[in-house]
């Protein structure tokens, strides 16, 4: 999930660039710890396949790929 335009266009190019098929979706998402509101952002969906080499290149390029343990 990208929080900003220029986070979400550089994750386009560098999954786009890989050659791994994905998909976007726009969704919301709560944001602040004593205000909470409710934002926009980018979801990033990838084939179940590519799943694994999309967390690597996702590290490797410094992003925080989703991880359902630790998102709970």
């Known amino acids: 999930m990208a929080r900003r335009l220029r986070d979400a266009l550089r994750l386009e190019d560098v999954l786009t660039n890989s050659g791994i098929n994905y998909y976007i979706e726009t969704g919301t998402y709560e944001a602040g710890l004593i205000f909470r509101q409710e934002l926009t ?24 790929p989703y991880n359902p343990a630790r998102n709970r």
């Open 41 to 64: 952002g980018a979801f990033f969906y990838v084939n179940p396949e590519d799943l694994e080499p999309s967390q690597k290149l996702l590290l490797a390029n410094r992003f925080k």
